[in-house]
Structures are given as C-alpha cells and as structure tokens.
C-alpha cells in the first residue's frame, strides 16, 4: 500500500493567492483528517470526513478555508485568499472504521509558506 | 472535553539508555484509546505504540512500552536502549470510543527527545 498521499509537498505562494492542497486516502478506508501543524498552536484538527461527507468542521480557522471530498480517493484544502499566518506544515490521515482502535495513518504533509 | 497534557517540553537522553515521556489526559469516558506518536525531522508521523483502555495489560513493540494508569489517567512512554533514530517529537493522542460518535483524536503539544551520542 502507498500510504496517504499528499501534494504538493512544498507550496510557496504570495499573500492573496489561493492555495490548493491535495490528498489521496490509503485505499478503502472511511475517515479523513485535515490537521494544520505550527510551532505556536501544535497540531490541530480542521475538518474530517466518514464516507465523503464532512461530519466535523469546528476547527476550521475561518471562511477563507474549505475543503471537499468529491470520492472516497480524493480530497482537497483550499484557502482563499492566503494569508502569512497561514504558513504552516498540513497533514491528512485517513483510517478506517473497522479497523481496530482506529489509529490515523498520517501522510507527509504539504509545507505551505505564505509571503 | 477531553484533554492531553504532556509536560516536558523537551527531554534528552544518552544513547543506549533508557527514557519516560510522561501524558496526562481528562476524560469522563471509561472506555478510549491512547496513542504515542513519533515524528522525526522528516516530519512523518508515526505510530509508535497505541493501548485500549479495556486492557490492563500495558501495550509493547520492542523497545517501547507503556505503563498505562488508568485511575491516574496517566500514559508514560517508556524507551529502552534508546537508539540516534529515536531522536523526533513525540505526541500522545487520545481517542474516543466509537460509540460516543466522534472520531476526533486530540492530540498532547509533544515532547522533543534528543539521543546523545
């Protein structure tokens, strides 16, 4: 298996720009997270979905972020306009229901530098 | 809601030696699950080790263990003959019971360990 799959793995962009972060899920599993990583706010869940369907956005910073999952395969974050206090390392994971104590397998994470 | 604390910042230890990363979390749930993560300068987050806390029998993989005290709500990492590839972040998450219909993780704010050659 490939594990999750995320890109790009390094997205530098200027402040106004949308930004567009993709994320393929480990293949037949259920749940997808979207968590933003900083050095002041540590890891934070934004938004996570069951069957495609979003189920939990109470941790999304604002209305400048949104994030869709058109199939169980694909998945994306998109923030518009960026912001610099938006630079931050982002992660997905996905896991799946029946799987045990559920652990999340986390992808790479795209690190995004807003100037 | 339920909360993880971990309360060292930072920690080093000497190679070969042995190292606790302590967590604390508060929950009114009986039954949950606790992860420890690791997360090397690569930034890829890794399971190290997780507990169902039904079990009373302390979850091991290899050189790492937990001792898990649930009255205390307390989930310490052990790492023993601690190794330079052990050197990374680790983060505690504990994780609801499927049946409370949340599948949120919450996450500790890390531990950094530092392996000393």
């Known amino acids: 298996d490939a594990g999750v799959i995320q890109s790009p793995r390094h997205e530098v962009t200027e402040m106004g720009q949308e930004v567009t972060l993709r994320c393929k899920p480990i293949?037949?599993?259920?749940?997808l997270f979207w968590y933003r990583q900083t050095m002041m706010r540590g890891l934070e869940l934004l938004i996570y979905?069951?069957?495609?369907?979003?189920?939990?956005d109470s941790g999304m910073p604002e209305d400048r972020f949104s994030a869709k999952m058109p199939n169980a395969s694909f998945s994306t974050l998109k923030i518009q306009p960026s912001e610099p206090r938006d630079s931050a390392v982002y992660f997905c994971?996905?896991?799946?229901?029946?799987?045990?104590?559920?652990?999340?397998?986390f992808g790479p994470g795209t690190r995004l530098t807003v100037t | 809601a339920q909360t993880v604390t971990q309360s060292q910042p930072e920690m080093s230890v000497q190679e070969a030696e042995t190292v606790t990363l302590s967590c604390t979390y508060d929950?009114?749930?009986?039954?949950?699950?606790l992860f420890w993560y690791k997360q090397p300068p690569s930034r890829q987050m890794i399971l190290v080790i997780r507990?169902?806390?039904?079990?009373?029998q302390n979850a091991t993989e290899n050189r790492f263990s937990v001792n898990f005290q649930k009255a205390a709500k307390s989930f310490s990492l052990k790492i023993s003959d601690s190794q330079l590839g052990d050197a990374a972040m680790y983060f505690c998450?504990?994780?609801?019971?499927?049946?409370?219909?949340?599948?949120?993780?919450?996450f500790g704010t890390g531990t950094r360990l530092k392996v000393l050659a």
């Open positions: 994971a996905s896991s799946y229901r029946r799987d045990g104590p559920y652990e999340q397998y």
């Open positions: 293949s037949g599993h259920d749940y």
């Open positions: 979905f069951n069957n495609n369907v979003p189920i939990d």
């Open positions: 929950t009114s749930e009986s039954d949950y699950y």
């Open positions: 507990q169902e806390a039904y079990k009373q």
């Open positions: 998450a504990y994780r609801s019971p499927p049946l409370s219909g949340t599948y949120k993780y919450i």
